[in-house]
Structure formats: structure tokens, C-alpha cells
């Protein structure tokens, strides 16, 4: 079973700082997506990385893919309370492309 | 395009009960799939769908069954519910090509048992 484990679990930060989120595995995965939840709802795709070491920008949110294709990272610069949110990792591989989440990173940013 | 809907959005069952979550999508994605998600836990695959008439299961199946009559169609049924069944159970469609991998999700159905 490939498991994918977050860190932080949770994160309170004040407007305009950074953070950054990690999602890390044994496993090699041939791509990575990160998706964001809001409550009462179904997640939402926010970037898929696909080659080891690929890096994304998404306006203030930067996705990197480890060189190995076993982990990853997601750095916020001067989050805004509309950031808050649970940020999920998920893995992708098998025959039906099935996806393995991680546990998730529940951020809350404070005005 | 409604994209995946689920319905109910929330239902408490008794102990014992059955009921079926309806899955419906209008992206005539091949692959659907059904997740439960548990408090700091996130999603666990349930079961998954490459096809109509095609069904498997995932990592947590027990005491959970699916049908897929139609591409648009994925419902799943709950026989005996049980308190451990007490989740947030989301449904997702694919495309099935691609490097992609994404998947859309339906808005969630909130189960109870007690």
C-alpha cells in the first residue's frame, strides 16, 4: 500500500506570511496532484506535476515535485484569508489511475 | 455541465439499515470512483470503475457494494449500516487519458449511523 504523509497536519498564520506544506511517501508516484477543499465541498485541483524535480507557479502558491517522484511541496507567499482551506496531496498510479491522498493540511489564515 | 452530483446531501440511518448514494456524472468520463473521508484521515479509495459494466474494489470495500449500468451511473450501497460507516462519502469521475490524473469530485454526501 503507497501511503503519502503531510506536515504540517495544521497551520494558523497571520495574513501576508509564508508557509509551506509537505507531503512525503516511500513510493515513487508518476505524477502528484495538489488539491484544495473547502468545507462542504469536494476537493478541487489545483496543479498536477508530473517530472521529478518540476517546479509551478500558481500566482502566490509554488508546487515542486521531489527528483525521485516520491514527495513534494507546496509554498504559499503572502497568504490571504481566501488561502484558508484543507490542502490535500494525492499520488497517482495503477491501472485505474487510482490516486493515493494524503491526510491533508487544514491552513486557516487570520486577518 | 453539473459536472458529478450526489444526492442526499446528508442522511442519518439507523443501526441495521441500507441505503444506496447516488453518483451521477455528465462528462462522459470513463473511470468513477467512491471515496469516504474521516476526520484528519483524508480520502480512502472504496471502490473504483474503469468502464460500464466494469467495478473493483479499493482499500476499504468492506460492508459497501457498486454497480455501473451506465457511464453516467455509479451509485453506492450500504447494506447493514454500521456507526463505523459514519464518514463524508464523495464520488469522482475521470477522464481516463493523459498525464493528468484529475479528477472531479461531487459535493459529498454526509452519513450518520447511529
Known amino acids: 500500500t503507497q501511503l503519502l504523509e503531510q506536515s504540517p497536519q495544521f497551520l494558523s498564520i497571520q495574513e501576508g506570511e509564508n508557509l509551506t506544506v509537505y507531503c512525503n511517501s516511500s513510493?515513487?508516484?508518476?505524477?502528484l496532484q495538489w488539491y484544495r477543499q473547502e468545507p462542504g465541498e469536494g476537493p478541487v485541483l489545483l496543479v498536477t506535476?508530473?517530472?521529478?524535480?518540476e517546479v509551478k507557479k500558481l500566482k502566490r502558491l509554488t508546487f515542486q515535485f521531489g527528483d525521485a517522484r516520491k514527495d513534494s511541496s507546496l509554498h504559499i507567499t503572502a497568504a490571504q484569508t481566501g488561502d484558508t482551506g484543507l490542502y490535500l496531496c494525492a499520488g497517482a498510479g495503477g491501472s485505474a489511475r487510482q490516486l493515493t491522498f494524503g491526510s491533508g493540511t487544514q491552513l486557516t489564515v487570520l486577518p | 455541465n453539473a459536472g458529478v452530483t450526489q444526492t442526499p446531501k446528508f442522511r442519518i440511518l439507523k443501526i441495521g439499515q441500507s441505503m444506496t448514494l447516488q453518483c451521477t456524472q455528465d462528462?462522459?468520463?470513463?473511470?468513477m470512483y467512491w471515496y469516504r473521508q474521516d476526520p484528519g484521515m483524508g480520502l480512502k479509495l472504496i471502490y473504483y470503475?474503469?468502464?460500464?459494466?466494469?467495478?473493483d474494489k479499493g482499500e476499504v470495500p468492506n460492508g459497501y457494494n457498486v454497480s455501473r449500468s451506465t457511464t453516467e451511473d455509479f451509485p453506492l450501497r450500504l447494506e447493514l449500516a454500521a456507526p463505523s460507516q459514519t464518514s463524508v462519502y464523495f464520488c469522482?469521475?475521470?477522464?481516463?487519458?493523459?498525464?493528468?490524473?484529475?479528477?472531479?469530485f461531487g459535493p459529498g454526501t454526509r452519513l450518520t449511523v447511529t
Open positions: 470503475s474503469v468502464g460500464a459494466g466494469i467495478t
Open positions: 506535476v508530473v517530472t521529478g524535480g
Open positions: 469522482a469521475s475521470s477522464r481516463g487519458t493523459g498525464k493528468s490524473y484529475e479528477q472531479y
Open positions: 462528462m462522459n468520463h470513463n473511470y
Open positions: 513510493s515513487v508516484f508518476s505524477s
